[in-house]
C-alpha cells in the first residue's frame, strides 16, 4: 500500500501561481501511475492531471491543459502540480491519487487518496 499527504494549497490572487505536492510513502512510489484530482464545494471530484510511473508521459484535463503540470520525482517519492495562471474556477479541494494499473480520468481507477489540499483564488 502506498500513503499519500498533500501540501501547498493556499489562498491567491487570480492570475497567482501555486505549486501542490504530494509525497507518498509505504510500496515503491515509482511502481504507481501519480494523478491530481479536485473537487469543488457541491460538485463531483474530478480529473486534473495524471502521470506515468517514469514521469516521460503526461495527461490533463482540457480545463488546465497549458497552465498547470504534473511532474514527479521518484527519488524523493513526490508527485508535484504546477499550478499558473490561476483562475476563481480551479477554487477546490485538490486531492493525490495512486494507481498500479494505469492512468485514467475515472476517481473509482484510483484505490489510494491522500486528504487533500485547499486551493481558493479569489478574483
Known amino acids: 500500500q502506498v500513503q499519500l499527504v498533500e501540501s501547498g494549497g493556499g489562498l491567491v490572487q487570480a492570475g497567482d501561481s501555486l505549486r501542490l505536492s504530494c509525497a507518498a510513502s509505504?510500496?515503491?512510489?515509482?511502481?504507481?501511475?501519480m494523478a491530481w484530482f479536485r473537487q469543488a464545494t457541491g460538485k463531483e471530484r474530478e480529473f486534473v492531471a495524471a502521470i506515468n510511473k517514469s514521469g516521460r508521459f503526461t495527461y490533463y484535463a482540457n480545463s488546465v491543459k497549458g497552465r498547470f503540470t504534473i511532474s514527479r520525482d521518484n527519488a524523493k517519492n513526490t508527485v508535484y502540480l504546477q499550478m499558473s495562471s490561476l483562475k476563481p474556477e480551479d477554487t477546490a479541494a485538490y486531492y493525490c491519487?495512486?494507481?498500479?494499473?494505469?492512468?485514467?480520468?475515472?476517481?473509482?481507477?484510483?484505490?489510494?487518496w491522500g486528504q487533500g489540499t485547499q486551493v481558493t483564488v479569489s478574483s
Open positions: 509505504g510500496r515503491t512510489f515509482s511502481s504507481y501511475y
Open positions: 491519487a495512486a494507481s498500479i494499473s494505469g492512468i485514467s480520468e475515472l476517481v473509482q481507477n484510483y484505490p489510494y
